[in-house]
Structure formats: structure tokens, C-alpha cells
């Protein structure tokens, strides 16, 4: 129905920058809500950041001010931008989007594969 494909991880020093992007296809009426997510090693899947279809935005405390999240509607696209990263920003990103399916007018929230940022010296 509706595919979320990540790219952009990758192994960064300490104080570096990364940006991730998702890119949704398929069977798509409007997305509205888009996250990031992460899990690191022996932890939760916790919500990094958050973005409405207008745009309004939310992080989780420990990024505020380093990361930012932005989408590009006319492609369905999220991004995360990540800068001054510590090694505790290390973990398996996800996407996640509440889409409306086009063919049966219904919404579903899909998930990317996950993409690993590894930040360390």
C-alpha cells in the first residue's frame, strides 16, 4: 500500500551532523502526521520528533536545539536534520506516517525499515 524508504545514516564523530530523509510512495491521499523515532540497544523505541502537515512541531528533550524536523509536502518527504550529535544519539531511526489510503479513504499509520546512526570516535 504505502512504502516509507530512509536514508542518510551512517557513522559520524562526536559534534558532527547528519541529515536523514523519508521518502513515502505509493497509495497515498494525504499523509498527515510524520516522526521520527529511534531505538537504541536495550531500549524502547522512543519519539524523536514530530511533525504536523502544517507544520508544527514537537522533540523530545534531550535534541531540542540540535535536531530539526522539516517536510516537504509536495513529496512526501521528512527530514531530519541532526547536528552537534553525541554518542547517545546512537540508535536505529525510524520513520512513521499516518497516511490516508486513496483507495479505501481510510488511515493507517506505516513505518520505515530503520536507518543506523552511529556516532562515535
Known amino acids: 500500500q504505502v512504502q516509507l524508504v530512509e536514508s542518510g545514516g551512517g557513522l559520524v564523530e562526536p559534534g558532527g551532523s547528519l541529515r536523514l530523509d523519508c521518502a513515502a510512495a505509493?497509495?497515498?491521499?494525504?499523509?498527515?502526521?510524520m516522526d521520527w523515532y529511534r531505538q537504541a540497544p536495550g531500549k524502547q523505541r522512543e519519539l524523536v520528533a514530530e511533525i504536523t502537515r502544517s507544520g508544527s512541531t514537537n522533540y523530545e528533550d534531550s535534541v531540542k536545539g540540535r535536531f530539526t524536523i522539516s517536510r516537504d509536502n509536495a513529496k512526501n518527504t521528512v527530514y531530519l536534520q541532526m547536528n552537534s550529535l553525541k554518542p547517545e544519539d546512537t540508535a536505529v531511526y525510524y520513520c512513521?506516517?499516518?497516511?490516508?489510503?486513496?483507495?479505501?479513504?481510510?488511515?493507517?499509520?506505516?513505518w520505515g525499515q530503520g536507518t543506523l546512526v552511529t556516532v562515535s570516535s
Open positions: 512513521r506516517a499516518v497516511v490516508a489510503v486513496k483507495s479505501s479513504y481510510t488511515r493507517h499509520e506505516f
Open positions: 505509493g497509495d497515498i491521499l494525504i499523509i498527515n502526521a
